[in-house]
């Protein structure tokens, strides 16, 4: 039975360094371990993986939460560093509290059918583990990469390129920053308890494994009732001295069975009747249940029509394809788009920016780079269709923003310098020079000033990027013009 942990841990332990280097831009393919996620699958309605999850949880109970589930693997990652701490640190049962649970699928739900489905991510366990690896992780390891560099040179056997190390958003920074601290007290104090409170999608497989197929399952013939698997239940759900197993909190981490010395504690079939484990059957179950149909008749919804709150500011600039309405429908503020682009260009939005319900979502900043026509990198990670998936025939005519010229800031006209910066670098040859008159000091100079031609201009902000005196910014469409 030690074999199921030894297993369980190789599962996790790969996936989480597959999730992982595909958000430090190490990883090859689409991104599919990210699309398969319960929360992701959910909200962008992909019926297969929550088929297949929903499938496995009744058959052997939450082994999503132990081998799939990035934020839930984080959290046993961090255990085991408090453990090298504090090392005789043991958990204690924890009695079930049901209605933490529903109040949290509830505001989950009412946030997502209202369209603030990224305030509703900072629940959802791979948002709020996205946003860690976007904006810690990868900076580090940019900064890492960069420190190795310097070390290695130019020449030698190996040679690294520096990348640019900056803060896409400082309230990016400091919800990553927050969320990883507040997790690592969480963690230390009471182990696996965000996922049987406040995480909305454990809540909802915790229903579906109320009486899974295959189940932790205590032999009261073996079990002298010393209590040491309940001190290495990380999920509070096993009471040793009781003989009482809650399989709908437990998250098959399986170190109870380790911990046995007996050999009282095995995953057994259920219809095994001298293994069935004593049962808390109250009320509390219909309440959670009701809570589960809550969430998922409002997820549901949401994926036909939801409410439309507020306005997007006419300034911020949404990756191409989507708007305010889409990303607020469907956009989790997951972080995997600004971690992948390769020009740099996403970054975090600030709050409100796509209306009083929007949080982080990504914006175009053409501070660092620019939307490289063939480039549909966003869309293809996008892990619930937030960002629609453009081939590169459709990304090259799809209208992010427009030019606008600034002739009060141009060098060429301020300075008379013949620039011409912007004209050379268009991808679309949308800006061409003309010569014009102007008058500066008394007399008329004629100079070579930039024109923008609005029907070829697909506000990729190749031109915003490279002028260095900020004459050329890419404003949004107007509303009849947005896709």
Known sequence: MKTLKILRVLVAAGMFVLVTLFFLGLGGGFGLLEK?????????????????????????????????????????????????????????????????????????????????????????????????????????????????????????????????????????????????????????????????TVCPMGAVLAVLSKKPAFRIAIDPAKCVKCGLCSGACKALCLDGKAQLVDNARCVRCFNCIGACPKGAISFAPAWTACLEPKADESRRAFLATAGAGVVAAGTVACASGRVAVGAAREDVLPPPGTDAAKLNAKCTACGLCVAKCPKKVLVPAEYGAYGPLSFLQPRMDFAHGFCDPNCTTCGEVCPTGAIPLLDLAGKKQTKIGLAAFDSAKCLACTEKIPCGLCERRCPQKAISLKETEIKAGGKSVKVQMPVVDAAKCTGCGACENYCPAQAMRVRGLPRAEAK
């Open 36 to 196: 398969i996620q319960v929360g992701t699958a959910l909200l962008g309605c992909s019926v297969i993986p929550l088929v297949a999850w929903f499938a496995a949880t009744l058959l052997f109970g939450r082994v999503y939460c132990s081998v799939a589930c990035p934020l839930g693997i984080l959290q046993d990652v961090l255990g085991r560093l408090v453990k090298l701490v504090w090392w005789r640190k043991r958990y204690a049962p924890r009695p079930d509290r049901p209605w933490v649970r529903v109040a949290a699928m509830l505001v989950f739900a009412v946030l997502a059918v209202c369209g603030g489905v990224s305030l509703a991510g900072l629940l959802d366990p791979y948002s709020v583990f996205g946003r860690i690896a976007s904006g810690l992780l990868q900076p580090a390891a940019e900064w890492m990469n960069n420190a190795l560099a310097d070390h290695l040179g130019t020449e030698g056997a190996v040679v690294l390129f520096k990348r640019e190390v900056f803060v896409r958003s400082v309230e990016g920074l400091v919800v990553s920053a927050s969320a990883l601290v507040l997790l690592l007290v969480l963690v230390a104090w009471k182990g696996r308890l965000v996922c049987n």
